[in-house]
């Protein structure tokens, strides 16, 4: 197990510093805007908006009740799917500001985009699709290519990346 979730945390690296602070960029800021923003509303963090009425932890009251409209699976398990959404995008993107379990963040976050982008929003133009979608690609290529240079994932492999 323990090296499974080194091969997770340990991220890619470019040849100069430069190429990874150009990819770290959209990591930070996506990862800034999920947290402060769109997980913020509707996930108690400390930074909630207090007209939310957030605990710590908590979802919004009507956050299930959304995820419930998407039908299928969602109306069954909606509770779950909206913490785990709203998770995703709170935690998730706290974890992306700092580089910190880069892939299995991103990977939680892929997920969350896709059901924004084609569920939420399926009968939607292609304009209200573009949040998610810009989110989804950030989310995909930092699953793949982890937190470069600038992230924690890379402090804290930094051992074995000199073998």
Excluded at 8 to 24: E, G, R, V
Excluded at 36 to 65: C, I, Q, R, Y
Excluded at 111 to 135: E, R
Aim: net charge positive; glycine share 10%.
């Amino acid at each position: 197990m323990k090296k499974i979730l080194s091969r997770l945390t340990k991220p890619m690296t470019m040849k100069y510093w430069w190429q990874d602070l150009l990819f770290a960029i959209p990591r930070i800021v996506c990862g800034y805007l999920l947290t402060s923003n769109f997980g913020a509303a509707k996930f108690g963090m400390p930074w909630s908006p207090p007209d939310n009425n957030l605990g710590l932890f908590e979802v919004a009251f009507w956050f299930p009740n959304d995820v419930a409209q998407y039908g299928g699976i969602f109306a069954t398990f909606s509770v779950f799917f909206a913490w785990m959404g709203a998770f995703s995008e709170a935690v998730g993107g706290l974890m992306l500001v700092v580089g910190f379990q880069t892939r299995i963040a991103s990977f939680l976050l892929v997920w969350t985009m896709i059901v924004a982008s084609f569920v939420q929003h399926l009968h939607d133009d292609m304009w209200n699709k573009l949040p998610g979608m810009g989110f989804l690609w950030v989310a995909i290529f930092t699953t793949i290519l982890g937190s470069g240079k600038f992230g924690l994932d890379y402090l804290l492999t930094l051992k074995s990346n000199k073998k």
